[in-house]
C-alpha cells in the first residue's frame, strides 16, 4: 500500500461513506455478485466517477479506481458492472506499528 499506507500499519476506515465519494480513498470489494463464501477480492484505490444527470436523476457512465501506489494499475468499472462493487469503507487514518 505504500506510499499512503506503510507496511506494518493498521489502517482505520470510516464505514461506508455516505453522499459524493469523489476522489476519496476508499475501500472497495470487486466481484460481489456470486462471490459465495470468497465475497469476491479487496482494492484501496482514489475514487473518480463520471455521472450523466437525467430528468430522473444521475446515473454512472463509469468508475474509475485510480492507483494509489505507483505498482498497481487502475481500474475502470463501465456502468453495467458498478452493481458488482462495494464500498466498504473511506480512509480515516494511518497508524503505523512498530515491529517488534
Known amino acids: ?3 499512503l499506507i ?11 461513506p455516505a453522499g459524493s465519494r469523489e476522489c476519496r480513498i476508499v475501500l472497495v470489494q ?3 455478485d456470486g462471490a459465495g463464501e470468497n465475497g469476491g ?6 475514487y473518480h466517477s ?4 437525467t430528468a430522473d ?4 457512465d463509469c468508475i474509475q479506481l485510480l492507483r494509489v501506489n505507483p505498482a498497481f494499475e487502475p481500474i475502470e468499472i463501465e456502468a453495467e458492472d458498478t452493481v458488482d462493487i462495494v464500498i466498504v469503507g473511506e480512509l480515516s487514518q494511518t497508524v503505523w506499528v512498530p515491529q517488534s
Open 1 to 3: 500500500m505504500e506510499p
Open 6 to 16: 506503510p507496511d506494518g500499519s493498521w489502517r482505520l476506515d470510516r464505514p461506508r
Open 30 to 32: 470487486l466481484g460481489t
Open 41 to 46: 477480492r479487496f482494492t484501496v484505490k482514489k
Open 50 to 53: 463520471e455521472k450523466t444527470v
Open 57 to 60: 436523476g444521475w446515473r454512472h
